[in-house]
């Protein structure tokens, strides 16, 4: 166990529909981060959040948010949803605004979109 | 061309064997990550470096900024070592990660 849980671990959902996904970072973890890694497209970098404000854009579609709550779980909800919205999700957490620690990973969430 | 390029694509080598995995990168960074993602899908962080070299265990990742490149070498490598490993560079603001598209090791027994 990393210590970064991700919930759900596996997504089966139609298009049109819209998800959440949830993280909970590592105790004393303050930023968290959100990839997608598909197929095609491997990892790409979504975005990041730090001790609740954003800290950091990639990637991420305007059909895609996220939000960081004051107990630092973090939220990606993602709506509108495509075929090729299908990936895995990861999220990751550290400690500072610059990960100079490194990072500790989740398990990832898998979505499916049918 | 992409941004972070990775050699080789697919390595396959004898339990024992010093392994090296290179990455070059055509941006500015403000840190370069190697990333070991098992065949389940789990990812582990293994090194996040800015200059020099670092070392944990068997692994030993280095990095020339001005040469735009990085390795990252295993010694006495083990089976336990396949997996894909993943390089990332993180931009010169501190912003956007580009991540390189892996390199695929299986160690034989």
Request: include cysteine; proline fraction near 4%; hydrophobic fraction near 30%.
């Amino acid at each position: 166990d990393s210590g970064v849980t991700q919930t759900p671990k596996h997504l089966i959902t139609a298009t049109g529909q819209r998800v959440t996904l949830r993280c909970s970072p590592r105790s004393g973890d303050l930023s968290v981060y959100w990839y997608q890694q598909s197929l095609d497209q491997g990892l790409q970098f979504l975005i990041q959040y730090y001790n609740g404000e954003e800290r950091a854009k990639g990637n991420i579609l305007e059909r895609f948010s996220a939000q960081q709550f004051p107990d630092l779980h973090s939220e990606l909800n993602l709506s509108s949803l495509e075929l090729g919205d299908s990936a895995l999700y990861f999220c990751a957490s550290s400690e500072g605004a610059f990960s100079g620690y490194g990072y500790t990973f989740g398990s990832g969430t898998r979505l499916t979109v049918v | 061309k992409n941004e972070v390029e990775q050699s080789p694509q697919n390595l396959t080598a004898q339990e024992g064997e010093f392994i090296t995995i290179n990455c070059s990168y055509s941006v500015g960074i403000s840190a370069l990550h190697w990333l070991q993602q098992h065949p389940g899908g789990g990812i582990v962080s293994l090194f996040m470096l800015s200059s020099g070299k670092k070392k944990h265990g068997r692994l030993i990742a280095t990095i020339n900024i001005q040469e735009k490149h990085s390795s990252l070498h295993i010694t006495a490598s083990h089976p336990r070592d396949s997996a894909v490993y993943i390089c990332a560079v993180r931009d010169n603001y501190g912003q956007n990660f580009v991540f390189g598209p892996g390199t695929r090791l299986s160690v034989l027994p």
